[in-house]
């Protein structure tokens, strides 16, 4: 873990497993009716049921509790033996996530603006549409496109991008064929409109797919 950010009201931690954006940040202290200082805080994952990101309103001697959780949850996170099956699905969303081009210099602090963010959650509604075509098989996709769909207003840039790299490389492993009407579906809705941080090479992986 590494501390990225230390300043007088705003303190972030950053785990630099390449395997994961797990981060722990306080900010934004306010003061509340009861003259209490209350700190945003925002971590992810939330528990080890969840890898979602949670943002909650703490005091300040709470603080403390909340960074102890977070970083028992990390290392025994970061303990875990992978599986043959989670290292594979590991591989492929590092292969999706290295195509991803990220100029942004805020894409660590920043969520994408409004127009790329209602593209983006277009697009996965038409993601889910094409995955209940078969439900049941798909179950699992769709829950996961659902949970993006819902936190792309709540998401950074580059954790937007490590999501969508994730999705794609369930996609992949459960089905090729599946993976290119995915690909070739992004293509149309998202490089029509000019979103530059999507994959460069859908197309290449579009024809190999055949």
Same mark, same amino acid.
């Given at each position: 873990?590494?501390?990225?950010?230390?300043?007088?009201?705003?303190? &972030?931690? @950053?785990?630099?497993?390449?395997? %994961?954006?797990?981060?722990? +940040?306080?900010?934004? *202290? /306010?003061?509340?009716? !009861?003259?209490?200082?209350?700190? &945003?805080? @925002?971590?992810?994952?939330?528990? %080890?049921?969840?890898?979602? +990101?949670?943002?909650? *309103? /703490?005091?300040?001697? !709470?603080?403390?509790?909340?960074? &102890?959780?977070?970083?028992?949850?990390?290392?025994?996170?970061?303990?875990?033996?992978?599986?043959?099956?989670?290292?594979?699905?590991?591989?492929?969303?590092?292969?999706?996530?290295?195509?991803?081009?990220?100029?942004?210099?805020?894409?660590?602090?920043?969520?994408?603006?409004?127009?790329?963010?209602?593209?983006?959650?277009?697009?996965?509604?038409?993601?889910?549409?094409?995955?209940?075509?078969?439900?049941?098989?798909?179950?699992?996709?769709?829950?996961?496109?659902?949970?993006?769909?819902?936190?792309?207003?709540?998401?950074?840039?580059?954790?937007?991008?490590?999501?969508?790299?994730?999705?794609?490389?369930?996609?992949?492993?459960?089905?090729?064929?599946?993976?290119?009407?995915?690909?070739?579906?992004?293509?149309?809705?998202?490089?029509?409109?000019?979103?530059?941080?999507?994959?460069?090479?859908?197309?290449?992986?579009?024809?190999?797919?055949?």
């Amino acid at each position: 873990m590494e501390l990225t950010k230390n300043e007088p009201f705003e303190l &972030e931690i @950053e785990d630099k497993s390449k395997y %994961s954006d797990f981060k722990f +940040s306080v900010s934004n *202290p /306010t003061q509340n009716s !009861s003259n209490k200082i209350i700190f &945003e805080a @925002e971590f992810n994952p939330t528990n %080890s049921a969840s890898l979602a +990101s949670r943002k909650v *309103p /703490t005091e300040e001697n !709470s603080i403390v509790t909340l960074l &102890e959780q977070w970083t028992n949850l990390i290392k025994a996170y970061n303990k875990t033996e992978l599986s043959a099956e989670e290292s594979i699905l590991n591989e492929y969303e590092q292969e999706f996530y290295a195509n991803f081009e990220i100029l942004d210099e805020d894409a660590d602090t920043k969520p994408y603006e409004l127009e790329k963010q209602v593209i983006i959650h277009n697009y996965f509604v038409n993601v889910i549409h094409i995955l209940k075509q078969n439900e049941e098989e798909n179950a699992d996709l769709i829950k996961e496109a659902e949970e993006i769909k819902k936190e792309i207003p709540s998401m950074t840039k580059r954790t937007t991008v490590k999501r969508i790299s994730g999705f794609f490389a369930k996609v992949r492993k459960k089905s090729l064929p599946l993976l290119k009407e995915v690909l070739e579906l992004g293509r149309k809705e998202v490089f029509k409109r000019g979103i530059k941080f999507l994959l460069d090479n859908f197309g290449d992986w579009i024809t190999m797919i055949g």
